[in-house]
């Protein structure tokens, strides 16, 4: 069974410029969690779709936006790039198993550099 | 929201030594305590997870205790291979919240 896939795995962009990554979940999973992983601030969490609906949402700017589809791929967006945007962006998948989330599996992550 | 703690921040031990991570949170409404290991270049991956019905869980040479009344919770890792150094984290959720919360990570490395 294939793992959690992001794409790209490295982005440069420009500071002021929006962008768009990408997350394909395990099959069957239909829960989608994104992260940001920065060496000061570590692993937080930014939102949770199941269903292409957004169940939970962590403290970030509303520049940090994402969506769901129907197949449960993920994508995620960031507006107005800021240079503490940079960061390791990880995304999780999970099922549902008697009404809960079972464990996380982490995709290798999109490294954003923004300059 | 929950703030969870992770101790120490680094730790080198020798080939075939025990090592020990611990980790505090501070939600007592948290249920659930994955921990991960993150080798460089890789997302997380999860080694071992417990739920606060459960006193303490092990695989092979890994092992996490969890103390709800004094809502803290370690990893335990016997027999340590070189193949063990990464950062490892630990982090606290509601079971139906998939929220993770995570500690700031313990970079361990495995002296041989």
């Known amino acids: 069974k294939a793992g959690v896939t992001q794409t790209p795995r490295y982005l440069i962009k420009t500071r002021g410029q929006q962008v768009t990554l990408s997350c394909s979940p395990i099959?069957?999973?239909?829960?989608v969690s994104w992260y940001q992983q920065t060496p000061g601030q570590g692993l937080q969490f930014l939102f949770e779709y199941f269903s292409e609906t957004q169940r939970n949402k962590g403290n970030f700017p509303g520049r940090f936006s994402g969506r769901q589809f129907s197949n449960s791929r993920s994508e995620m967006n960031v507006s107005t790039l800021e240079l503490g945007d940079s960061a390791l962006y990880l995304c999780a998948s999970s099922y549902m198993q008697g009404g809960v989330n079972t464990e996380a599996f982490f995709g290798q992550g999109t490294r954003l550099t923004v300059v | 929201g929950e703030n969870v703690e992770q101790h120490p921040s680094t730790l080198s031990v020798q080939e075939g030594d025990s090592a020990v991570i611990k980790c505090t949170y501070s939600d007592s409404a948290s249920n659930y305590f994955p921990w991960y290991k993150q080798e460089l270049g890789k997302g997380p991956q999860l080694i071992i997870d417990?739920?606060?019905?459960?006193g303490e869980k092990k695989d092979q040479r890994i092992a996490v205790t969890l103390n709800k009344t004094a809502k803290h919770f370690s990893l335990h890792i016997t027999e340590t291979q070189p193949e063990d150094s990464a950062v490892y984290f630990c982090?606290?959720?509601?079971?139906?919240?998939?929220?993770?919360?995570f500690g700031a990570g313990t970079t361990v490395t495995v002296r041989a």
């Open positions: 417990i739920r606060s019905n459960v």
């Open positions: 099959s069957g999973h239909r829960s």
């Open positions: 982090a606290a959720s509601l079971v139906d919240d998939y929220k993770l919360s």
